[in-house]
């Protein structure tokens, strides 16, 4: 058993890889919420419309619609990596990028952020309990995504622990690419899960994500036996051409509806506003040209879930 | 639906003018010269609604016009002529052609309003209390830091009845007050000649309205006689009665009780066309009628629904012909006509009903811009009706309605001075201003104040950088200060002149009113006019106040901040560069840095207001301290010691687009913001100053000090069509208010992101680095999408779909 802690206590003093604090979220868990997003995800899915949060390590993301086109950067540039491109504007060469954060600093437009910092558990908690009266009033909290949130297990951990000892609400969000030990040692601390399935198959999991499946598979059946009296919401982002047939969906559903704890299946239809960071990181999105789906078609897939005995809804709405 | 058909041909006609009221009016004000002002209005009044014309909608149930046609608005000359002179040549605008609040008329409507102003001109209230305020106060108001417009050249407004009183006796009751009083003044004492004089005004307007119902009488009769439909004979013959009977005596059921509440409403905009003459209590003061019709089974839920919303219709069709300066600060035939719902009873209950519900789906299904629906939310509000309120904030995509704060109100007017037994009865008046029903005299009346133009002569050693004109000598300029305590003890040395001389000029206004515009019918439904035989303005209501709207408080904090940021603390530019700066509007590109390098500087990196960051927000708290408490605390208005209690002058943070029309006139400040360009709005942060979403934004205005924001401050927040469409959504959107309410703050209202916000953000996306838009689970800032998404996203939103 833990003895009782102080604020002061010394794993509140560990780093962790932060991208972005979102105050009132409205999606991701009841009532309103605020975002932790945590750098560094160990999958690559291709559809992917959070690139920023893949690399661990800070990165220059560049906003063309602020731009002035001053070239500031370009002068401050220690590497030489910025150069201009007719379409893209400023962009720089992520190779030669060293990450050093001078362009952001010069840029006066705010066209160049440097995406990811350092935070202790105390800084963030510190923003949370700003909002503390608003997850009070609105049955909300605090929801960890990413990235990989997981990928920084004891930052992660000690972040949920230090929330639910002045009882707010928390909440994860997790692709389950993690050791068990892991997702076991954070799972006191959640109230809910939020758990993303791509596919069922492990060879195509690998070709459109980086990584097989079993070990996620094996993690949500442990966690939704070890998780009694808490809520998981498992995810699917549906990915026309890549998840979106009905066998694909339907073997998903079978798997999850045997679950206990289960409380719903979220179908999560595949967007495009990713494409603008992509632009912004200077690298290519694969699926930009890709069409969404239709709303018809996701009902379709909806209807599957009337075979299984768990709730199915589309988006999180 | 009938109510909905008279929804949709009302808003298929144009806005007019009418001439009728003038007409008659000047005529009648001809032949009174040399009489007391109080009996000659009394009697200009009575001669109107003899002499008026007046319609009945096809299928109306409720009768009674301001004007002689629908959305016309009457003219009212004896106030001010020289703008509808001016517009008549089509300087700026002819009123048809305005980009905003067109107005049509004819030839023989022109030539009637040219001759009543042939008589009016040189003794309209406007040019007689501009001729005799102090040079002092003109020049100020002239250079736009003050501005009383909106008081000096309209009669005053503002006023809200006792409806349920005035029900509980008629107009007959308040005809026989009136005698009693008349027939006990001892004329041998001082001060009774005029008391006499008011007390006959009272019982002639009110007869005149008794008169005005029993003319609608005889018409629905003459009707009813013609009508074949039986279903529509039997109810214009219902209504013959009910105009024969209310409002001089009690109404006896709902109908006849809603039926009186507008002919009186109708007939105070008829006697002035001074704005935001508000209902109150509308499901409290008309609930027992309600109540009383269902037990007897006389009246079904469906039928008083109806009703209600006919009396919405109703209150669309009246109209205020505004000048083109006018309605650049009251946009869209504004006419501020407030009603109020829920809140609480006298023992701390909650005071909803179902009266509550139907004035809610009466919101919801007419979705018209007047009156502006408020709902008072306390602690025991039942979380399902919150939740039904936020509802229809979404179906009516309008603002409405909007959110108050009961026991937040009920604390500030307890510092004001209001008595225990009347604060729990308090309701919004015109944008949103607290009164107690038929005790308060105006809510709202006084110049405005811009914060910020009087922040830009601060920073100009006293100097208008417009004009050169120095109203105050200063303390220096930017290059001077040497700390930023410096420059704000030199601003509030400023704003306290522009406070003195707001007052000056109101307490001018005030006695031109005495002289030339005592107006007996809306006194007399104030206490205690009659018992102590005064109008509103001479002192006869229980509880008093000034104050106009002021505005710019947070662009003027941010001003303050970006100073200290960048010339005290970080030190990137000196007082004098960013002086040069300011007087060229950033537009120096051969200094170094250069003026567009420190605008981007004081726009992106200089705190702001609305971040939850008290480097900012400690300088709006500053100066929302300073004016209200100076206001509050060193400030009388015209009344004290004339009877009323409070008196003072008071802080007002209620804009309109005020911000927008008096930002026009201020030049660049130190926030970033360039000349021109609009100043906050209300209590709400800059455009575009808000880069932490709503929480952080509430956080912010919850520092402010709320007791002294006795006249109301008004708080625009925005929300997703999506966060409201749902309950859960909803439940987000009560958090919000819960906290900002628990906070003491005083209102909030929603507006709906709908297809303008979004085209306006893809026009200026400077302006809107914070609106979020949710797709798929995903949400993103909409303004750096590219122009297919945004499109895509727009076009959703068009349809009203769930995003997916």
């Not at chain 1, 540039?77 to 504007?89: L, N, Q, S």
């Not at chain 2, 009489?35 to 009575?46: H, N, S, T």
């Not at chain 2, 109101?506 to 439904?525: G, I, M, P, T, Y």
């Not at chain 2, 009323?644 to 687009?657: D, H, L, R």
Request: charged residues 25%; glycine residues 8%; hydrophobic residues 35%.
């Amino acid at each position: 058993m833990d003895s009782p802690r102080t604020i002061e206590s010394g794993d509140r003093a560990i780093d962790g890889a932060v991208f972005d604090l979102k105050r009132f979220a409205t999606g991701d868990g009841p009532g309103i919420r605020t975002l932790v997003f945590l750098k560094g995800c160990p999958m690559r899915c291709v559809w992917c419309a959070n690139p920023e949060s893949h690399s661990r390590n800070p990165e220059i993301m560049y906003h063309k619609n602020r731009c002035t086109g001053c070239g500031r950067c370009m002068a401050a540039c220690p590497a030489g990596a910025i150069r201009f491109d007719e379409t893209y504007g400023l962009v720089t060469d992520s190779e030669l990028c060293m990450r050093c954060g001078r362009c952001a600093d010069v840029c006066l437009a705010e066209a160049r952020e440097v995406i990811g910092r350092n935070m202790t558990v105390k800084q963030v908690l510190r923003i949370l309990r700003r909002d503390r009266r608003y997850f009070d009033n609105s049955g909300g909290g605090v929801t960890l995504t990413g990235g990989e949130p997981l990928a920084q297990c004891s930052f992660a951990r000690e972040l949920l622990k230090s929330c639910k000892e002045v009882s707010i609400h928390t909440a994860i969000e997790t692709c389950g690419f993690v050791g068990w030990e892991c997702m076991e040692s954070i799972l006191p601390y959640v109230d809910l899960l939020f758990y993303d399935i791509k596919h069922p198959d492990s060879d195509i999991h690998r070709k459109f994500t980086g990584q097989s499946n079993e070990r996620i598979l094996e993690n949500l059946l442990r966690a939704s036996h070890a998780f009694d009296g808490k809520e998981i919401i498992v995810r699917i982002p549906i990915i026309p051409g890549h998840n979106d047939d009905e066998s694909t969906i339907s073997k998903i559903f079978e798997f999850v509806g045997r679950l206990p704890n289960i409380i719903r299946i979220e179908l999560l239809p595949y967007h495009r506003l990713g494409t603008v960071k992509y632009a912004g990181l200077g690298r290519s999105y694969k699926l930009r040209d890709l069409e969404p789906l239709q709303r018809h078609d996701l009902e379709c897939l909806k209807a599957l879930g009337e075979a299984f005995p768990v709730e199915v809804r589309i988006d999180s709405t | 639906m009938r109510t909905s058909q008279l929804r949709d041909d009302l808003l298929d006609i144009t806005p007019s003018i009418c001439s009728e009221r003038a007409r008659i009016f000047t005529n009648a004000m001809r032949r009174s010269e040399g009489q007391p002002i109080v009996l000659r209005r009394a009697k200009a009044f009575e001669a109107v609604l003899k002499g008026m014309s007046l319609y009945v909608r096809e299928g109306e149930l409720i009768v009674g016009n301001q004007a002689g046609r629908p959305r016309a608005a009457p003219v009212f000359p004896e106030y001010s002529v020289h703008w509808i002179e001016k517009e008549f040549e089509g300087d700026p605008y002819h009123t048809w052609e305005r980009p905003n609040d067109v107005y049509e008329y004819d030839e023989e409507t022109k030539q009637e309003i040219l001759e009543t102003i042939a008589y009016w001109r040189g003794r309209t209230v406007y040019e007689v209390m501009r001729s005799l305020i102090p040079d002092e106060a003109r020049i100020a108001w002239d250079l736009g830091a003050i501005d009383d417009d909106w008081v000096a050249q309209n009669g005053f407004g503002n006023v809200l009845p006792n409806y349920e009183n005035i029900l509980r006796t008629g107009l007959r009751g308040q005809i026989e007050r009136a005698q009693e009083h008349l027939d006990r003044l001892d004329m041998t004492q001082p001060g009774q000649v005029q008391k006499s004089w008011f007390l006959k005004a009272v019982i002639i307007t009110n007869q005149a309205v008794i008169d005005f119902a029993v003319r609608f009488a005889d018409k629905l009769q003459e009707l009813g006689e013609a009508e074949t439909d039986a279903v529509r004979k039997s109810e214009l013959a219902t209504m013959a009665r009910t105009c024969r009977s209310v409002p001089g005596n009690p109404p006896t059921t709902f109908w006849e009780a809603v039926q009186a509440v507008w002919f009186i409403h109708c007939c105070i905009q008829i006697e002035t066309n001074g704005i935001a003459i508000s209902f109150g209590r509308f499901d409290q003061f008309l609930w027992p009628y309600y109540q009383q019709d269902i037990d007897a089974g006389r009246l079904t839920r469906e039928q008083a629904l109806e009703i209600v919303e006919n009396l919405f219709v109703k209150v669309n069709e009246m109209n205020i012909f505004r000048s083109w300066e006018g309605a650049k600060f009251f946009p869209g035939y504004h006419m501020a006509i407030n009603l109020a719902i829920g809140g609480q009873t006298r023992n701390g209950k909650d005071a909803s009903n179902e009266l509550t519900q139907i004035v809610l789906d009466a919101t919801e299904n007419m979705r018209l811009p007047k009156p502006s629906v408020s709902f008072k939310w306390f602690e025991r509000t039942p979380a399902e009706l919150m939740d039904r309120a936020l509802e229809v904030v979404q179906t009516h995509s309008g603002g409405q309605p909007a959110f108050y704060n009961d026991p937040g109100v009920m604390r500030m007017l307890k510092g004001l001075g209001v008595e225990e037994e009347d604060r729990w009865n308090w309701a919004p008046v015109g944008c949103i201003e607290a009164s107690i029903p038929g005790k308060w005299d105006f809510a709202c009346k006084g110049p405005r104040l811009n914060k910020a133009k009087v922040l830009e002569m601060a920073l100009n050693n006293g100097k208008d950088p417009a004009t050169g004109i120095t109203v105050l000598p200063g303390r220096g300029d930017l290059s001077t200060f040497e700390n930023i305590q410096d420059v704000m003890e030199a601003y509030e040395a400023q704003l306290h002149r522009f406070m003195e001389l707001q007052v000056m000029i109101e307490n001018v206004n005030d006695e031109v009113h005495k002289q030339h515009d005592l107006n007996a019918f809306r006194s007399s439904l104030i206490e205690d006019c009659i018992g102590r035989g005064k109008a509103l303005i001479e002192g006869g209501s229980i509880y008093s106040t000034d104050g106009g709207p002021t505005v710019g408080a947070m662009s003027s904090g941010d001003a303050l901040a970006g100073i200290e940021f960048a010339v005290f603390v970080e030190k990137w530019i000196t007082g004098a560069q960013l002086k040069h700066a300011l007087e060229t509007n950033f537009s120096d590109g051969t200094t170094t840095p250069t003026g567009d390098e420190i605008h981007q500087m004081l726009l992106n990196r200089a705190p702001k207001f609305g971040n939850d960051d008290d480097r900012a927000d400690r300088w709006t708290v500053a100066i929302t301290d300073y004016v209200g408490s100076t206001y509050q605390t060193e400030f009388k208005n015209s009344r004290y010691g004339q009877g009323p209690k409070i008196c003072s002058y008071s802080y007002c943070q209620s804009s309109v687009t005020a911000n927008v029309a008096m930002g026009k006139g201020v030049g660049a400040l130190p926030s970033g913001r360039k000349a021109g360009e609009p100043l906050n709005n209300g209590v709400s942060p800059a455009t575009g100053a808000e880069r932490n979403g709503a929480t952080a934004t509430i956080n912010s205005v919850s520092k402010l000090p709320s007791i002294w924001f006795s006249r109301g401050a008004i708080f625009n927040a925005r929300l997703t069509p999506e966060t409201l469409k749902t309950r859960e959504g909803r439940s987000r959107a009560g958090g919000l208010v819960k906290t900002l309410f628990e906070n003491n703050q005083y209102h909030i209202q929603f507006n709906v992101v709908g297809t303008d916000t979004l085209r306006d953000a893809q026009a200026h996306p400077e302006q809107y680095r914070d609106l979020m838009v949710r797709v798929a689970g995903y949400s993103a800032f909409f303004a750096p999408l590219n122009a297919e998404l945004q499109e895509d996203i727009i076009q959703r939103s068009a349809f009203g779909q769930e995003s997916g």
